[in-house]
Nanobody
Framework: QVRLAESRGGPVPAGGSLRLSCAVS????????MSWFRQAPGKEREFAAA????????YYADSVKGRFTISLDNTKKTLYLQMNSLKAEDTARYYC????????????????WGQGTQITVSS
């Protein structure tokens, strides 16, 4: 069983920055992709960023490309999401997720999820 625990989020002013972390524990053998998803009130959960655990290739949603950076420290077993130039539309609950699949875009492909952490960007 893989366990994922996101760091605490919080309020951030528009234009500000925040780094989220996700501590990974348990049996991670075979996990190929780790990602961040987000869900705004009244909206479906959407893909934000993904990283391969081998090779560390990264993928981003157009809405965050150039502003967010995903990274993985395999030694510390921690996933990160550096968020810069935050906008009000980035307000959402952010989830860390892991999958053995190479399909990273759809949330249905992920077997493991964290509890999520709320990020509120004030304009």
């Amino acid at each position: 069983q893989v366990r994922l625990a996101e760091s605490r989020g919080g309020p951030v002013p528009a234009g500000g920055s925040l780094r989220l972390s996700c501590a990974v524990s348990g049996d991670t053998f075979g996990i190929y992709t780790m990602s961040w998803f987000r869900q705004a009130p009244g909206k479906e959960r959407e893909f934000a960023a993904a990283i391969r655990t081998i090779g560390l290739n990264t993928y981003y949603a157009d809405s965050v490309k150039g502003r967010f950076t995903i990274s993985l420290d395999n030694t510390k077993k921690t996933l990160y999401l550096q968020m810069n130039s935050l906008k009000a539309e980035d307000t959402a609950r952010y989830y860390c997720a892991a999958t053995r699949s190479s399909d990273y875009f759809f949330s249905s492909q992920y077997e493991h999820w964290g509890q999520g952490t709320q990020i509120t960007v004030s304009s």
